[in-house]
């Protein structure tokens, strides 16, 4: 049928995505994230972060990586970056993010 791909169903989407990770990024999302991510491994859920539907992949780090609507995502991410910034965090951009990731190893 369309849409499958060897049996899995192919799910066209244009998220906002955002990634948070850092020694502060389990605190932020243990206040904007109502489930308890602190034992959470390699994931994938759905859930509401700072009340809004997004996909979460938990990845070692931990780095939170999600993606919502795209309607949602500047509140998103302001919402975020309020609480990185209370946390004396920086904002650096989402591609930067990951080479600087892959240079610490």
């Not at 605190?27 to 509401?48: I, K, N, P, W």
């Amino acid at each position: 049928p369309e849409g499958l791909d060897n049996g899995t169903r192919i799910l066209v989407r244009d998220d906002q995505e955002i990634a948070l990770g850092g020694e502060n990024a389990a605190q932020l999302m243990a206040e904007f994230c109502s489930l308890d991510l602190s034992s959470v491994g390699d994931a994938l859920l759905y859930t509401r972060v700072a009340g809004v539907g997004v996909w979460l992949r938990v990845e070692p780090g931990p780095v939170y990586r999600m993606g919502c609507e795209p309607s949602y995502g500047e509140y998103l991410f302001e919402t975020l970056m309020h609480g990185v910034h209370d946390m004396q965090g920086e904002v650096i951009g989402f591609s930067d993010f990951y080479i600087s990731r892959e240079d610490k190893k």
